[in-house]
């Protein structure tokens, strides 16, 4: 079974631009949740998704979204990018959530911003 | 979700079982210990949870003391491979579904 697919891995954007990210599932998982990871503040819970619909969010700005289509795959969208955003954006699925399935990482899409 | 306190790193010797702790003591009866690790450059992975009774899989093996205030995660012979940032999280199945990984330790295996 293919894992979960991150895409682009690497991204280098420049302040005030917006970027879009796109994660595919494990094939059968409803549930993708985004976490944003810098050396300072670790592993931070951005959203999660189940069945296209957000049922949680962490406490980003809104200048982060995402969006969950009908066949599971997930963007999530960061406007007006800042210097701070630059970091690790991980996504994850699981089959009904991450707290009643475990979680399956895919390995990251690497923002820069300059 | 109860808070977990790690150690920020350990050693271990590679072939040796790796003992690593977790403390939970505030836990609720109805809050799953999970443990995840993360390999540098990669996402994290899933590893195992339990509830109460001990768990093994393939990757390693979970005890979770009787009061459930604590639990190893053991891995029975540690490689290098081994070598990541461990997460010991403690949640309740069910209602918000947002998990939240704490700073975690770092394993160092040695050769």
């Known amino acids: 079974k293919a894992g979960v697919t991150q895409t682009p891995r690497y991204l280098i954007k420049t302040r005030g631009q917006q970027v879009t990210l796109s994660c595919s599932p494990i094939s059968g998982h409803r549930s993708v949740s985004w976490y944003q990871q810098t050396p300072g503040q670790g592993l931070q819970f951005l959203f999660e998704?189940?069945?296209?619909?957000?049922?949680n969010k962490g406490n980003f700005p809104g200048r982060f979204s995402g969006r969950q289509f009908s066949n599971s795959r997930s963007e999530m969208n960061v406007s007006t990018l800042e210097l701070g955003d630059s970091a690790l954006y991980l996504c994850a699925s699981s089959l009904q959530g991450p707290k009643s399935s475990p979680l399956h990482f895919g390995n990251g899409t690497r923002l820069t911003v300059t | 979700d109860a808070k977990t306190t790690q150690p920020t790193s350990m050693d271990c010797a590679e072939g040796r079982a790796a003992n690593l702790p977790c403390n939970h003591s505030t836990i609720s009866g109805n809050e799953y210990v999970y443990w995840y690790r993360q390999i540098h450059s990669q996402g994290p992975q899933y590893i195992i949870h339990g509830l109460k009774n001990n768990e093994t899989n393939e990757m390693a093996s979970l005890i979770i003391t009787e009061d459930r205030k604590s639990s190893t995660l053991i891995l029975p012979h540690a490689t290098l491979r081994d070598t990541a940032v461990y997460y010991c999280i403690a949640s309740a199945q069910g209602g918000s579904e947002k998990l939240v990984f704490g700073k975690g330790m770092k394993l160092t295996v040695n050769p």
């Open positions: 998704y189940f069945s296209e619909t957000q049922r």
